[in-house]
Each structure stands twice: as structure tokens, then as C-alpha cells.
């Protein structure tokens, strides 16, 4: 299953970088974290709650950024297991380019799914993929215009 999307960001890049490399800010942005603990510079470990059309099951696995240059880019890589409901594993490669005060952020997806997930059907899955990610940025933009000052 292939993913990708771009969205604009009314952040500065170094903002939005530093966001994106921040357990804190990606565990509230994340639809379904109940975890999200950086083990070290570039790998975390995280424990995700998602419902799949009839299979809810709780995710736990590791993530890991490689590629990295910093502000820019970098690719995002993971595996979670959900017991009895099956795995999920992928990457993600994430770009950021600026565009005056704001950022505009990129990705090109790939995830493969097993077990009971991927009984349900690669047209759920996707739909669900893409729900996921647009709450994610939803929520990204929104706590990142809630932490930048206004000025007066």
C-alpha cells in the first residue's frame, strides 16, 4: 500500500522539524498513542490503539528515523504487532521545503499489513490510512499554532 500527501504548515521549517522530532507533540498528534517513548536520538518506542473497520486492536512496535539531514528531510521507519490482530510495518519519507513563514511538508508512504488486517481488504485499509494521517496533521497544525505566540 502506497501513501502520499502534502500539507502546508504556518510554521517556520525549523519549527515544524523540531515538532516532528519531539515524543511529546507526535504522542498527542498521533490518532490512537497511548505511548510514544524516545529510546535515543532517532528511535522511539510506541503503543498505538486503532480500530479498523470491525478489528480494534492495541499496536505495540519501534520506530526509527534514518536518512536524516536535518532540517530538510528524513525517512521514518517502523513495525508494530497487534497480537492476534495481525502487524503492520512501513516507512515513510518526509520532506520539508519553506515557503515564506511556512512550511510545506511532503511524504511518500509505504506500508504493508498481516493477520486479521489484512483479511479486511485493501480499500478499508487504505481509507483508514488516509483518515489517520489527515487527523495526525490536523492535530500537527493545531498544536503547533497553539504553541506559537501571538504577538499583540
Same mark, same amino acid.
Given at each position: 500500500?502506497?501513501?502520499?500527501?502534502?500539507?502546508?504548515?504556518?510554521?517556520?521549517?525549523?519549527?515544524?522539524?523540531?515538532?516532528? $522530532?519531539?515524543?511529546?507533540?507526535?504522542?498527542?498528534?498521533?490518532?490512537?498513542?497511548?505511548e510514544?517513548? #524516545?529510546?535515543?536520538?532517532?528511535?522511539? &518506542?510506541?503503543?498505538?490503539?486503532l480500530?479498523?473497520?470491525?478489528?480494534?486492536?492495541? *499496536?505495540?512496535?519501534?520506530?526509527?528515523?534514518? $536518512?536524516?539531514?536535518?532540517?530538510?528531510?528524513?525517512?521514518?521507519q517502523?513495525?508494530? #504487532?497487534? +497480537?492476534?490482530a495481525?502487524?503492520?510495518?512501513? %516507512?515513510?519519507?518526509?520532506?520539508?521545503?519553506?515557503? +515564506?513563514?511556512?512550511t510545506? &511538508?511532503?511524504?511518500n508512504?509505504?506500508?504493508?499489513?498481516?493477520?486479521?488486517?489484512?483479511?479486511?481488504?485493501?480499500?478499508?485499509?487504505? %481509507?483508514?490510512?488516509? #483518515?489517520?494521517?489527515?487527523? *495526525?496533521?490536523?492535530? *500537527?497544525?493545531?498544536? &503547533?499554532?497553539? %504553541?506559537?505566540?501571538?504577538?499583540?
Amino acid at each position: 500500500m502506497e501513501l502520499t500527501g502534502e500539507y502546508r504548515i504556518a510554521a517556520p521549517r525549523q519549527q515544524v522539524w523540531e515538532a516532528l $522530532n519531539d515524543a511529546e507533540v507526535l504522542q498527542a498528534c498521533i490518532p490512537g498513542c497511548q505511548e510514544l517513548e #524516545k529510546t535515543s536520538d532517532t528511535e522511539m &518506542l510506541a503503543k498505538v490503539t486503532l480500530k479498523i473497520g470491525p478489528v480494534k486492536a492495541t *499496536f505495540g512496535g519501534e520506530v526509527e528515523l534514518v $536518512n536524516i539531514d536535518a532540517p530538510k528531510s528524513y525517512t521514518i521507519q517502523g513495525e508494530g #504487532k497487534g +497480537g492476534i490482530a495481525g502487524f503492520a510495518k512501513g %516507512s515513510a519519507d518526509v520532506v520539508l521545503a519553506e515557503d +515564506g513563514d511556512d512550511t510545506i &511538508l511532503t511524504y511518500n508512504a509505504s506500508a504493508e499489513v498481516g493477520g486479521k488486517l489484512a483479511q479486511l481488504g485493501n480499500r478499508l485499509i487504505q %481509507s483508514t490510512a488516509r #483518515k489517520l494521517a489527515a487527523a *495526525f496533521f490536523d492535530n *500537527f497544525h493545531e498544536r &503547533l499554532n497553539q %504553541s506559537t505566540p501571538e504577538d499583540a
